[in-house]
């Protein structure tokens, strides 16, 4: 669900839709960004796609543009067409004091 800085292919299930699995696994999705030393998560949308566009606004992320995502395919990459969505992460401060 995370590699480096990008949180990718995130999906629920029609029928689970709307319960709230969806926040529970962007929030998961951008703790482990957060702690893999990342101040910025980032994401593909495809256009068309207004419900996940509409989704990722409400919690915070915004469009930083279209872009090309390269998709691996069995024979190379499938360059396809998305909007990057970024986020900038909340940054957590360890106290050494006692």
Same mark, same amino acid.
């Given at each position: 669900?995370? !590699? /480096? +800085? ?5 999906? !629920?299930? $029609?029928?689970?839709? /709307?319960? /709230? !699995? ?6 998961? =999705?951008?703790?482990?960004?957060? +702690? ?7 994401? =593909?949308?495809? @256009? ?11 919690? /915070?992320?915004?469009? =930083?543009? @279209? ?6 395919? =069995?024979?190379?990459?499938? @360059?396809?067409?998305?909007? $990057?969505? !970024?986020? +900038?992460? @909340?940054?957590?401060t360890v106290s050494t004091q006692r």
């Amino acid at each position: 669900m995370v !590699v /480096g +800085d990008e949180v990718e292919q995130v999906y !629920v299930t $029609r029928r689970h839709r /709307g319960v /709230g !699995v969806a926040g529970v696994l962007l929030d998961e =999705a951008e703790r482990q960004v957060g +702690d893999g030393g990342h101040a910025v998560a980032w994401l =593909a949308v495809a @256009p068309g796609n207004t419900r996940a566009r509409r989704f990722y606004e409400r919690r /915070g992320w915004r469009d =930083a543009g @279209p872009f090309t995502y390269l998709a691996a395919g =069995a024979h190379g990459d499938i @360059p396809v067409p998305c909007h $990057r969505y !970024v986020k +900038d992460l @909340p940054r957590v401060t360890v106290s050494t004091q006692r």
